[in-house]
């Protein structure tokens, strides 16, 4: 089941860390593929959104995690701290969310509504029932893995050598066009100014 108010959070939550002038978060119409709409320098953008769970995909033929399941059930009988173990390996099971979401967002055409889609993943989560079966230690997390689990559509400078550690926005003036990210993969946003040549989101 969707979890609107984690959904929301985990947008307001780039929106801060990133500074960008995010506004507007909103509910979108999953129908259509969008779990978030939001207003982006005065344009609409949607957002796919998905929680990490670090055994999804262990067992063939079984969908969900095991381990979340786990943990919650554990939760729910008790309000005293209780430890799991965590699975060191995160890729293989972001792979498969960032793979599924992917293909959901791919079977719909939503040029009339927004400007493009961005993925936004939620892990470790801070939630009672939820921290063990999502975290991704911030210490194994690898620029160069996300940048083989992300693919993109055009070349692209890797992430790890880009200002900062990470894309520029594409309509950001006077940025070395190598930063930017002519997939668009990051931001969901055409690249429009900085000369690099333009790509078709993720729509």
């Given amino acids: ?29 999953d129908a259509r593929g969008i779990d978030v709409l ?7 953008v949607g957002a796919q959104h998905t929680t990490f769970h670090s055994d999804e995909g262990d067992s063939p033929g079984v969908r969900g995690s095991p381990t979340r399941a786990k943990e919650e059930s554990i939760a729910r009988g008790t309000t005293t701290a209780f430890g799991m173990f965590a699975k060191g390996d995160y890729r293989p099971a972001l792979r498969l969310r960032i793979e599924e979401k992917i293909a959901k967002a791919a079977a719909h055409d939503n040029r009339d509504l927004i400007a493009g889609t961005w993925l936004v993943i939620s892990a470790s989560v801070n939630r009672w029932g939820a921290a063990s079966s999502t975290l991704i230690a911030p210490a194994v997390l690898s620029a160069d893995d996300l940048n083989v689990l992300c693919p993109i559509t055009a070349p ?11 894309a520029v926005r594409c309509n950001q003036r006077g940025h070395d066009r ?4 002519p997939s668009c993969s990051l931001y969901g946003l055409s690249c ?11 729509q």
């Fill in 1 to 29: 089941m969707p979890d609107f108010a984690l959904e929301l959070a985990a947008v307001q939550a780039v929106a801060s860390l990133t500074e960008m002038n995010i506004t507007n978060i909103r509910p979108g119409p």
């Fill in 38 to 44: 939001f207003d982006l320098d005065g344009r609409c």
């Fill in 156 to 166: 692209a400078k890797p992430l790890s050598q880009r200002s900062g550690g990470r």
């Fill in 178 to 181: 190598d930063d930017c990210d």
């Fill in 192 to 202: 429009n100014d900085c000369g690099s040549n333009p790509s078709t989101p993720l």
